[in-house]
């Protein structure tokens, strides 16, 4: 009896090791799969982060192409001048300004056009030669002598500016000062020749350019030294756009000099006796996130449709068709009949033909991008003037997220 118990006793620890060895097995197992899931949480959430920063990161672009300085810009220059050298395709004589700029300058040359008789001003041919207006575009920091491009059109009824040379002609601004004097042989983007009645054009022969054909005489002056501050303007207002431009320009400069005034200007404080023309070297080559406004743009005059590729749709159905009407009116004579007493009369006949074109669907799903919009339309066999209505229509229904733009 006592040699049972004892072995009993020394079998009963035997007997629970299992139930104390499968407690760390099983907390193990809790252990791994809290694990796995705090893995998985993780992943998740670094892929909706991954996804939100795709969605709202913008455009990079350096702040030159996006902005420009305020102050530093663009001068607009004019004159009226004359082309001659023309091959008989100038302005005809019933062109009066013509013989009067020639007479005009005739007489500064010391030549005296006589008023009255055979040889009078009245009497002048002025086929050869054209009076034209001249445009062109002074740059900033302009200097004396600098040469700039020159545009020059036809003012009068010339048929062809080709072969002809414009003389000395004065070029004034807005203040009517003269700050460019142009002069050169013209160079044409097309031309024009006609014989016996038969015209070929190509172009406009009546616009032509004059590369470095005007020389800078009075400079716009424009001191770097008086800016104070200096305002940087965006081409495109965004105030996103602005906040993010002044945070990267005090990133780059090392302090807090510059803040977004409004969506279209940053201010940037310049500090005492400091390089502006240094500063503004820097600034400009910041590069900093735009954000472009979703658009798409209209030329309903040419038929041209451009959609931008940041535009969004709304699932839609789309049903597009066209009822197409002919008036066609045909002219006959009734003739009366032989020794009758009627006259012959003409009859118009005129009949209606209608034509209804099967209504066409274009289904846009949730997710839909702008090039599934241009595949379902170009499978429906859509024209130009059509992809426009659908595209004011669905501006209207508000599936199109985007600023309508019609030129």
Do not use: C
Request: net charge negative; aromatic share 4%.
């Amino acid at each position: 009896m006592n040699t049972m118990n004892a072995v009993d006793t020394e079998q009963a620890p035997g007997q629970n090791a299992p139930a104390e060895n499968s407690e760390p097995g099983t907390a193990e197992r809790q252990r791994w799969a809290l694990f796995l899931l705090w893995s998985l949480v993780a992943i998740f959430l670094a892929l909706t982060s991954a996804w939100v920063l795709a969605e709202t990161a913008g455009q990079r672009a350096r702040v030159k192409d996006v902005a420009a300085i305020e102050g530093i810009r663009d001068n607009q220059l004019v004159g009226y001048g004359l082309v001659v050298g023309l091959r008989g395709t100038g302005d005809s004589s019933q062109t009066v300004f013509p013989a009067q700029t020639l007479i005009s300058a005739l007489e500064r040359m010391g030549i005296t056009v006589p008023q009255t008789g055979s040889n009078s001003a009245s009497n002048m041919q002025v086929k050869n030669m054209a009076a034209v207006f001249v445009v062109a575009t002074l740059p900033p920091f302009s200097r004396p002598g600098y040469r700039i491009d020159i545009t020059v059109s036809s003012a009068g009824d010339a048929r062809s500016l080709d072969g002809g040379i414009l003389l000395m002609t004065p070029l004034y601004g807005p203040d009517g000062q003269v700050y460019a004097q142009a002069q050169g042989a013209l160079v044409l983007g097309g031309y024009m020749a006609s014989a016996g009645g038969n015209t070929r054009q190509m172009n406009h022969p009546t616009t032509a350019r004059v590369p470095g054909g005007a020389l800078v005489e009075r400079g716009v002056s424009f001191d770097l030294k008086q800016m104070h501050r200096v305002n940087v303007v965006l081409n495109e207002a965004d105030f996103h756009t602005a906040e993010r431009m002044a945070a990267a320009i005090n990133q780059v400069l090392g302090s807090a000099r510059a803040h977004a005034v409004d969506s279209r200007q940053v201010e940037i404080a310049t500090a005492p006796d400091e390089d502006v023309a240094a500063l503004l070297d820097r600034v400009e080559a910041v590069q900093v996130e735009v954000f472009p406004r979703a658009r798409v743009v209209v030329n309903e005059r040419t038929g041209t449709v451009v959609i931008g590729g940041d535009v969004r749709l709304q699932p839609v159905s789309i049903l597009h068709g066209g009822l197409m009407v002919n008036v066609i009116t045909e002219t006959r004579v009734s003739q009366p009949n032989a020794l009758s007493s009627g006259t012959t009369q003409v009859v118009q006949q005129t009949s209606v033909q209608a034509q209804d074109k099967p209504v066409n669907r274009i289904d846009l799903k949730d997710g839909a991008t702008v090039e599934d919009l241009v595949q379902e339309l170009q499978r429906t066999g859509a024209g130009a003037r059509d992809v426009i209505s659908i595209l004011q229509a669905m501006k209207e229904a508000g599936a199109l997220e985007a600023d309508l733009e019609v030129l």
